[in-house]
């Protein structure tokens, strides 16, 4: 059974360049939430999908965005990248809407992102 | 701000010994977990507490939440190297949207 899946591994992008960060979720995972970690923080929760549409958002700006598909597997847009948005940046799956309903959360490698 | 936040920051033990981490809360919460991750990879599920819960252990691991004090704590017990790792708590809470929030970590150290 895999689990969550995240891709690329590692991306360098510059200033002012749009990326996009893909999620598998684990089988059986209906829902998929993202989260920046800078170094040495928490995670920062970034929004929530479920049913192809966002549930919750964190407190992040409109550069970020995202997208759910059909199968689960969701995507992370970032536009206009700024020096700050250098993170590791995390994908969690789970039955469902994990804050409600206390179910588990499941996390991906995560996708290191580097802003020159 | 409504983060757990764990106490202590780092945390240096030798193999064998306990170790106790805590995070503390400031709204009331739905569930709360527990998450280790090292170093710059994805975090591990260690293990949830619901908010109607006082105590849970899995294997060396035991939680514990106190919803009037707004706290939680984990214990690791008979500490092994490979238990080096960042420790994280997470809680979910009505009055946020239930959202995720995570606290800063606690950087454990198990020394062989």
Not at chain 2, 86 to 106: D, V
Request: with cysteine; aromatic share 10%; net charge neutral.
């Amino acid at each position: 059974d895999a689990g969550v899946t995240q891709s690329p591994t590692h991306l360098i992008k510059t200033r002012g360049q749009q990326v996009t960060l893909r999620c598998s979720p684990k089988s059986g995972h209906d829902t998929v939430s993202w989260y920046q970690q800078a170094l040495g923080q928490g995670p920062q929760f970034i929004f929530q999908y479920y049913e192809e549409e966002e549930r919750q958002r964190g407190n992040f700006p409109d550069r970020f965005s995202g997208h759910q598909f059909p199968n689960y597997s969701s995507e992370l847009n970032v536009n206009a990248l700024l020096l700050g948005d250098s993170a590791l940046y995390l994908c969690a799956s789970s039955p469902g809407l994990a804050g409600a309903l206390g179910n588990e959360q499941f996390f991906g490698p995560g996708t290191r992102l580097t802003v020159l | 701000s409504q983060q757990g936040e764990e106490d202590p920051q780092a945390l240096s033990i030798q193999e064998g010994e306990n170790a106790t981490m805590n995070c503390s809360y400031k709204t009331s919460i739905n569930n709360l977990q527990w998450y280790r991750q090292n170093s710059g990879r994805g975090l591990v599920h260690l293990i949830l507490i619901r908010s109607n819960e006082r105590e849970k252990h899995s294997g060396r691991l035991r939680v514990t939440l106190d919803t009037s004090k707004k706290s939680s704590s984990l214990l690791i017990t008979a500490s092994r190297a490979a238990d080096t790792a960042s420790y994280f708590c997470a809680t979910a809470s009505p009055n946020t949207g239930n959202q995720f929030y995570f606290g800063t970590g606690t950087s454990l150290t198990v020394i062989p």
